[in-house]
């Protein structure tokens, strides 16, 4: 795999290529739009999902509160069970103590379950590197391996796809990695997940090895927990000798009962269902039932940074439910690829930020400002969190870490004179007097009007024109109000 | 009640029409408006560019030009939301307790529509508009103040006036502030596909709450030539028979 976010540009310049692909586009407004509508009649049905989302965020919220306790609480039933845990402090040491395990068996690949953490460890370049080939087995993240491509969205993916390109990345890939696709491959969704299966079936039953995620880690049982749709992760959890699961230390859920509300909120906000397919819950090992040497690597890589940033960290509630990737305006045109992170779309802008620190590279810098703050992400969150408000948050913190920075220096400089202007009505009343003279040379030369006959300014000096280029502006009035106001006396005279 | 207006910067600067439309609207329904002139901005451009130190003398010049006032009312969702709900978050932050406490002393502000529905208790202000007419309902008029459909309700009273509904209306128009000049052609992108929105109505007018989305959404309709006008509510409201 080639394929890499690493010195990927800054979002604007990132969104304006995506912006460009006409394919992309359709693909996603497609796909957005027909899973928006899908969790929204699901979501309504449920009387009381506004009591759910406010128990969501306070089952994290305390859980996170006391987290070092639940940990520990969580290694010892694990342990109690028969697995090993592992705790690792970065990807680095994450991959590392994969790779070992994978080394001490002797095995050259691993099939997995789709993970979030094992992307953003960079898991499957890492064994790579090791001679260890890691399959992917959901569908949409067999798609993007064989296209030798990048995810753009948590729960699909492949969502940038449609499926003339995937029969195409199915006809080409596939015999490089294991069973040919059929010679009479269609881009029907039937034929083409029939292939996926065939294809993936003899890896499943060749694996000695599967490498998992969590969606919850039960605390107090020691349970691991896989939510999926398609029964691919219920062969990896069930068939293979050995079982890795990488989990996020945030995952962790104290006791079973706390599953109650999780898996209500998840599904029906991430693929809009009442209920997923298939639940894996799985404590410790089982003699003659399944993986016989389980591990568990727990992982922070930035997890704790975030939980020290007293805004911030209502971002670790997040389930990984996508829902405001898929009602996010920015996200529906400009899809995942634009953010440069596995996690796109508003979680992303916050997420990375968090859990990288600001003020380190110019592309996690540009992620909290790739919102309008319309806060459709806020309202769409399962476990409610305020991301508009993490979001300005996290442009404060960029701010600071820019302040003295030369490359930033003239939106600071504006922000600076505005704020100045701002400080008294005497100088915005100086500001406006000039504008009002800009706004009877424009009424005098500007032949252009507006619909209801306001002169328009269509071009416009930089950086006027990052406005201008494809808006027009109304000319400034000759009068502001306020000197309508003290002409007036508030309009009586 | 002593009621001031907080025209914002934006109206001020470039919208005076939308200003002297409350001015009128509010008098006419026994309301003597009162402009503190002390008045500026809300501070919301340099809060929500991640510029808060910056916003601190802002906030308080706010807090010092509306002190003895019962009820603030503005023309704009946006700003309301920023008094409402950012205010006391710069004040924390600056790390001046008297800030904090003349915040929070401050006086209700209220959007437009809720000051009309809520406050005075009216729906139907006594407005003639004969106009075709669809309406964008703004994100932080929808999302932080929840007005819901109280624009609705005031424009369905209005004599003349044919209200269309507009399609996916409360996706955002791609305005969001300096996003509109940061991520220029995203912001581009979503005004085109609500501007598209807006011509499938066949609407004459496009009404709205908020003249700097107005003024993004009627940027990219102009550049279109649509002949679609765009126009804030309080112009509609307080237009009556013997005016047009």
């Not at chain 1, 789709?114 to 992307?119: E, P, W």
């Not at chain 2, 409402?84 to 915040?103: E, F, I, K, Y």
Request: glycine fraction near 8%; aromatic fraction near 6%.
């Amino acid at each position: 795999m080639t394929a890499t976010f690493v010195g990927m540009p800054a979002f604007p310049a990132a969104a304006r290529a995506a912006l460009a692909d006409t394919q992309l586009r359709t693909n996603l407004a497609h796909a957005t739009s027909t899973i928006r509508a899908k969790r929204a009649a699901v979501v309504d049905e449920v009387a009381d999902w506004e009591e759910l989302r406010v128990a969501g965020a306070a089952i994290k919220d305390n859980t996170l509160h006391h987290l070092d306790t639940h940990l520990v609480t969580l290694e010892a039933a694990l342990e109690a069970r028969g697995a090993t845990v592992h705790w690792a402090r970065d990807a680095e040491e994450a991959c590392a103590v994969v790779a070992s395990i994978a080394r001490s068996h002797g095995v050259d690949e691993v099939v997995k379950v789709k993970s979030m953490a094992t992307q953003e460890i960079g898991l499957n370049e890492a064994l790579a590197e090791q001679g260890i080939a890691a399959w992917e087995t959901d569908l949409a993240e067999l798609i993007v391996q064989l296209g030798d491509d990048l995810p753009s969205h948590i729960l699909v993916p492949a969502i940038h796809r449609n499926r003339a390109e995937i029969r195409e990345i199915f006809r080409s890939s596939m015999a490089g990695a294991g069973r040919p696709a059929p010679d009479d491959l269609t881009d029907d969704p039937a034929a083409l997940a029939g292939a996926a299966r065939l294809h993936l079936r003899e890896k499943f039953l060749r694996a000695k090895m599967a490498v998992s995620g969590a969606n919850f880690a039960v605390a107090d049982s020691g349970t691991l927990v896989v939510v999926e749709s398609e029964g691919n992760g219920r062969m990896c959890l069930t068939l293979p000798e050995v079982l890795v699961s990488v989990v996020g230390i945030e995952k962790v859920v104290p006791t079973f009962r706390d599953l109650d509300v999780f898996l209500q909120l998840l599904p029906r906000s991430s693929t809009g269902e009442r209920m997923n397919p298939y639940t894996s819950t799985w404590s410790g090992i089982t003699p003659g039932d399944g993986p016989q040497e389980m591990h568990v690597v727990l992982l922070d890589n930035g997890r704790t940074r975030a939980l020290a940033d007293e805004v911030g960290r209502q971002a670790l509630r997040c389930i990984r439910c996508s829902a405001c990737l898929n009602v996010c305006p920015v996200y529906e045109r400009t899809g995942g690829h634009a953010y440069g992170s596995v996690y796109p779309g508003p979680i992303g802008a916050i997420l990375n930020p968090l859990l990288k620190g600001v003020g380190v590279d110019e592309q996690t810098d540009s992620l909290p400002y790739a919102s309008s703050l319309c806060g459709a992400c806020f309202d769409a969150c399962p476990v409610r969190i305020d991301i508009p408000t993490v979001l300005v948050e996290l442009r404060a913190q960029v701010v600071d870490a820019r302040r003295g920075s030369v490359s930033h220096a003239g939106e600071a400089a504006a922000m600076k004179s505005a704020a100045w202007t701002f400080g008294t009505s005497r100088r915005l009343e100086l500001v406006e007097r000039g504008s009002g003279v800009l706004g009877h040379v424009a009424d005098r030369l500007v032949r252009r009007t507006l619909p209801g006959g306001r002169r328009a300014l269509s071009r416009l000096p930089w950086p006027g024109s990052a406005w201008s280029d494809a808006r027009d502006l109304p000319a400034p009035p000759r009068e502001s109000f306020r000197a309508w106001w003290k002409r007036t006396s508030g309009g009586r005279s | 009640m002593r009621v001031a207006l907080m025209v914002t910067c934006v109206n001020d600067a470039m919208f005076p029409g939308t200003g002297q439309a409350v001015v009128t609207l509010l008098r006419r329904l026994g309301v003597d408006v009162e402009f503190p002139l002390a008045q500026t901005c809300c501070a919301q451009p340099m809060v929500n560019t991640g510029y808060l130190d910056e916003a601190v003398p802002v906030v308080r010049n706010f807090v010092s030009a509306f002190e003895g006032y019962d009820a603030i009312v503005t023309p704009s969702g946006s700003c309301a939301g920023c008094a409402r709900h950012q205010h006391g978050m710069v004040a924390r932050r600056s790390g001046d307790a008297s800030l904090v406490s003349a915040v929070a002393a401050a006086p209700a502000t209220y959007e437009l529509s809720e000051f009309l529905v809520d406050v005075l208790g009216v729906e139907d202000v006594g407005a003639y508009f004969p106009h075709r007419v669809t309406y964008h309902p703004t994100c932080h008029s929808l999302r932080m103040l929840r007005v819901g459909d109280r624009p609705l309700r005031l424009l369905r009273a209005v004599r003349g006036l044919s209200l269309t509904e507009l399609p996916a209306a409360e996706e955002c128009c791609g305005f969001g502030g300096t996003f509109a000049v940061k991520n220029a052609a995203t912001s581009v992108a979503m005004g085109a596909d609500k501007a598209r929105h807006v011509r499938d109505t066949g609407a004459e007018v496009l009404v709205a709450g908020d003249n700097s989305c107005l003024m993004h959404i009627g940027g990219v309709l102009s550049r279109q030539q649509a002949g679609v006008r765009v126009m804030h509510l309080a112009e509609v409201l307080a237009a009556t028979e013997t005016l047009s």
